[in-house]
């Protein structure tokens, strides 16, 4: 069994919580999915966060999209 922990809920928490548990989740089981969720999107930005770094400082990527929001810029209706 994993390490048992306790902490304080404000009322925004407390409110997530019973939303939690009206699934049909246990208190124990909707602390550990949204902790595993907080962690999740966590990841995920820092992962988005690397890969817009990451085209950012890619001269052809750049390069590249230029020339498509230009095309896309030519074909844009004169109204």
């Given at each position: 069994?994993?390490?048992?922990?306790?902490?304080?809920l404000d009322d925004d928490?407390?409110?997530a919580l019973a939303e939690l548990e009206?699934?049909?989740l246990s208190r124990s089981?909707?602390?550990r999915a949204g902790?595993?969720?907080a962690a999740q999107r966590l990841r995920d930005?820092?992962?988005?966060?690397a890969e817009?770094?990451?085209l950012f400082v890619d001269q052809e990527d750049r390069a590249e999209a230029?020339?498509?929001s230009d095309m896309m810029e030519d074909l844009r209706a004169p109204w």
């Open positions: 069994m994993g390490e048992m922990i306790s902490v304080r928490a407390e409110r009206a699934t049909g089981e909707a602390v902790l595993r969720a930005r820092q992962h988005l966060a817009a770094r990451a230029t020339v498509v």
